[in-house]
């Protein structure tokens, strides 16, 4: 039977690897390994941030379904998960890092300590190793290892005999062996010994979920990364020369640039974003490639770690993200709204056993949602016929299905629960705020359910400068895209039992469980 090996990298953009033809950021490991794999190009995600993100990953379903809707929402109990599914068929899904799905306070007591925090663990999951937001375990494990830490153990972000802001780039005081991600590698390759030791090793196959937190902020990285990339190096940011003029283009871009704080991204640093110049914005992508970099290498030491274990050959490896990152392009960072730098994000998959697909790159659109039916059809579980995503199973194979899909959706709400900050800047209520979008190679419509939509002529305007929503010349194909996007969300209504049709012979299900 087949290993499974599940990797996500937060916040990892899909444009920054060498694979991508990205002409500076360097990935040799991933790169490798998508020459021996199949590299999907134009994936992405269905939601931001993480949570969402992650639930459409998990279920397989988008966030009109699933309605994980932000970091905190529950995880309804009634869907099926990635990792259920694969228990089910006889494996033990094991975590190395975190998953962020927030438990159905249904499901459990109401002094319950899971309903305190928005990182619970998935459905399915078995825990080996957590590491939350405070990442007390990575800390520990440093202050083990001999390094002293800071009497504020989150000062372990600061740049080492440097300011905090504005950002200088330097490294913090902790070695590239010592980072968050060389330590979850480190837990991993432990565990696996441990497991290909046993006397079950050959009879029982083993899932594993490793979930880095890199190369998401804080902007920081240890030397040789932190020099590995001149600030001047690169290309122009994407957009709006100025915040103002980003701001100009919707209402919620306004209140994004507005909210944005410097300590969201850089350790210790006050004030918000907006005031950030251009040099500094290139220094902080300079170190985010560098996270990038450092992220690869330790990819590339858990490939080494399973050849020296003797299961490369029967291990499936899915390397993918959560989300992108703006970093900088269109006066942003982080994960949020409607441009392609928060949703377009890396899939490469090694099926061992598919040798036809191996060193293949994918120009189709793929997404998110998809992930879960690949990895169950893959290892013979079966998968809910309701679920939104389609196994990637032909493209391994070498082929491409005649009715693939001719665009990507994805979805982002930025309610404020707790807070109502959103709602009141915007004069929302509470679901009227969020988005959905329809993108394909030509043509992307932003559809906001209580604001004004967008419209941009890709081919014409690739790096979305132009809002031409209102603009006569554009009426039919703002009207097209439109009722496309009613279409896909008319397909994809919550399908769960609309399959089935009680008769005189019993329950007929048109969406029986696939194999």
């Given at each position: ?140 494990w440093l202050e083990k290892g ?142 985010y490639w560098g996270m990038v ?149 030509d043509v992307k419509y932003v ?69």
């Amino acid at each position: 039977m087949l290993n499974v090996l599940l990797i996500t990298a937060d916040q990892w953009r899909g444009d920054c690897l060498g694979a991508a033809g990205h002409p500076h950021v360097k990935t040799p490991n991933i790169d490798a390994l998508a020459r021996q794999a199949v590299y999907f190009k134009n994936h992405f995600c269905q939601a931001a941030p993480c949570s969402p993100a992650r639930a459409c990953l998990y279920t397989g379903l988008y966030q009109m379904t699933n309605r994980v809707v932000r970091n905190g929402t529950p995880l309804d109990a009634r869907h099926d998960t990635i990792a259920l599914a694969a228990r089910r068929a006889g494996y033990d899904p094991t975590l190395f890092g975190y998953t962020d799905q927030s438990v159905d306070p249904r499901t459990v007591s109401g002094d319950d300590p899971w309903l305190r925090t928005y990182e619970g663990i998935l459905p399915g999951m078995s825990v080996r190793v957590r590491v939350p937001e405070d990442h007390g375990p990575w800390l520990s494990w440093l202050e083990k290892g001999g390094r002293k830490l800071p009497e504020r153990r989150q000062d372990v972000w600061l740049p080492d005999g440097a300011p905090a802001d504005p950002p200088s780039g330097k490294p913090p005081h902790y070695g590239a062996e010592e980072t968050e991600t060389a330590f979850l590698v480190g837990e991993f390759l432990r565990w696996l010994g441990e497991v290909e030791a046993s006397p079950a090793a050959t009879a029982r196959p083993w899932f594993a979920h490793v979930s880095f937190i890199r190369p998401h902020p804080p902007f920081i990285v240890p030397e040789p990364y932190a020099s590995m990339y001149d600030p001047a190096e690169g290309p122009a940011f994407r957009g709006a020369a100025s915040p103002d003029e980003a701001a100009a283009v919707h209402p919620f871009l306004a209140y994004s640039i507005d909210k944005q704080d410097k300590a969201d991204f850089i350790w210790g640093a006050e004030g918000k974003t907006r005031d950030w110049d251009e040099a500094t914005r290139r220094r902080i992508r300079a170190t985010y490639w560098g996270m990038v970099s450092e992220v690869d290498a330790q990819i590339g030491r858990m490939i080494e770690g399973l050849k020296a274990q003797g299961v490369w050959d029967n291990t499936l490896v899915v390397l993918t993200s959560d989300h992108g990152e703006m970093m900088g392009d269109h006066q942003l960072f982080s994960k949020l709204g409607f441009y392609d730098q928060s949703f377009h994000i890396p899939l490469v998959v090694r099926d061992p056993r598919k040798e036809a697909g191996h060193g293949r790159v994918v120009e189709a659109f793929t997404e998110s949602v998809d992930v879960m039916p690949t990895v169950l059809e893959a290892i013979g579980a079966g998968y809910p016929g309701w679920i939104d995503g389609r196994p990637l199973t032909a493209f391994l194979d070498g082929e491409t299905p005649a009715d693939w899909r001719d665009a990507v959706h994805w979805e982002y709400d930025f309610r404020e629960v707790a807070s109502g900050a959103a709602e009141a800047a915007l004069g929302l209520p509470i679901d009227a705020s969020g988005m959905a979008v329809i993108r394909d190679a030509d043509v992307k419509y932003v559809h906001f359910s209580g604001l004004p939509p967008l419209l941009f002529d890709l081919a014409d305007d690739p790096n979305e400068t132009r809002n031409v929503a209102d603009d006569p010349a554009y009426a039919s194909v703002r009207l097209h895209y439109a009722e496309k996007m009613l279409a896909w969300r008319a397909r994809h209504l919550d399908k769960r039992l609309t399959g089935i049709e009680l008769t005189e012979e019993g329950p007929v299900d048109a969406r029986a469980d696939q194999s």
